[in-house]
């Protein structure tokens, strides 16, 4: 799968999660996040406890393209973390990296 494709998905979930005002949590459950904000480009999620919000913009999601897909290990924030496992496909591995599952809904 092309990883326009896959920011394609990532936006329709940023989409209803804005749309129905969902939140979504860490690994943790310490961190709550909603999405601000998204257009074509970006992804805009904001901490519901704490100031900064994370934006995960579709270049930075598309360079980094290969660390998802072989699971390397991808210095990202929690929230932006979080919000790419909402994808049915993209999921942590045993060491904490996200991996691409191909071929698996």
């Known amino acids: 799968m092309r990883p326009q494709d896959v920011w394609r998905e990532l936006l ?9 005002d969902k939140v979504f ?9 909603k999405i601000k904000s998204f257009s074509k480009d970006k992804i805009v ?3 519901l406890r704490g100031r900064v919000d994370e934006i995960l913009t579709k270049k930075r999601f ?3 393209w290969d660390r998802i897909v072989y699971g390397v290990e991808w ?5 932006v973390k979080s919000f ?5 496909k993209i999921r942590e591995n045993e060491d904490g990296s996200l991996i691409f599952h191909v071929g698996e809904a």
């Open 75 to 79: 210095n990202i924030p929690t929230a």
């Open 25 to 33: 949590y860490s690994k943790t459950k310490r961190g709550v996040y």
């Open 12 to 20: 329709e979930i940023a989409k209803l999660y804005y749309d129905d």
């Open 45 to 47: 999620i904001k901490k």
């Open 84 to 88: 790419l496992k909402l994808h049915p």
């Open 62 to 64: 598309i360079e980094n």
